[in-house]
């Protein structure tokens, strides 16, 4: 299947400062990537949608101004945890569909980036 | 809007055990359906997926087959392995949406 990196796969930080993290299809050009957020032993919630040089569409409930998403090109997406604070530290998984493999559909994931905000 | 149900969990099978997890789902359109498959600390994997009525997906000796007439989607396995335990998820997602719809997940436990 096609792949997908995230990077940091692990991030600690102190409270209030931003951590960025990117995403990358490695062997195909995305058009669209989502991130999403999982807390422990719960289903994926879908944080955003973003295509390659759009602004994302955020999900209600999630706030744009603090999850900054940038799609600058088709095999990279970065999400800035802005001001981040303990109640963000979570499991983040990135996912990238489009492209001749496996059409719009087909969505393939990270390994995952796990944040803990002390 | 589209929702997808999944059978709860966890599900503990010794090895050789028959495997089936339920799936079903309520969509507007005509969806794609999925199961992904995510081991500890990772993220997922497409495990199988079919894109139309009747379609079979199959892999690693999983299988699921796309029902329209019952909407379901239900994985499984002649014969589990102590390798297969993991968390699967079921997932649709429609072809104009772009995004999927992901089941609660299913916790399968296989012991030796």
């Known amino acids: 299947g096609a792949v997908v990196s995230q990077h940091p796969s692990w991030v600690i930080c102190k409270s209030g400062t931003s951590v960025k993290i990117e995403c990358r299809s490695l062997?195909?050009?995305?058009?669209?990537m989502f991130w999403y957020r999982q807390f422990p032993k719960q289903s994926l919630m879908l944080m955003a949608t973003?295509?390659?040089?759009?602004?994302?569409?955020?999900e209600q409930g999630v706030e744009k101004d603090k999850f900054l998403i940038n799609h600058a090109s088709l095999t990279l997406s970065t999400l800035t945890v802005t001001s981040a604070h303990p109640e963000d530290s979570s499991f983040y998984i990135c996912?990238?569909?489009?492209?001749?493999?496996?059409?719009?559909?087909?969505?393939?994931f990270g390994p995952g980036t796990r944040l803990l905000v002390l | 809007g589209d929702s997808v149900t999944q059978m709860e969990g966890p599900v503990t099978l010794s090895e050789e055990a028959f495997l089936t997890i339920n799936c079903t789902y309520t969509?507007?359109?005509?969806?794609?359906l999925f199961w992904y498959v995510q081991y500890p600390g990772e993220g997922l994997q497409l495990l199988l997926k079919?894109?139309?009525?009747?379609d079979k997906g199959s892999n690693k000796g999983f299988e699921a087959t796309y029902r329209k007439e019952t909407t379901s989607f239900h994985l499984e396995k002649g014969s589990v392995q102590v390798s297969d335990s993991a968390v699967y998820f079921c997932?649709?997602?429609?072809?104009?949406?772009?995004?999927?719809?992901f089941g609660d997940g299913t916790t399968l436990t296989v012991k030796p």
């Open positions: 079919a894109t139309k009525a009747d």
């Open positions: 973003s295509n390659e040089g759009s602004k994302a569409t955020y």
């Open positions: 997932a649709l997602s429609e072809a104009n949406a772009g995004k999927s719809t």
């Open positions: 969509a507007t359109g005509y969806p794609s």
């Open positions: 062997d195909f050009q995305a058009t669209t």
């Open positions: 996912s990238a569909a489009g492209g001749r493999r496996g059409g719009r559909e087909t969505q393939y």
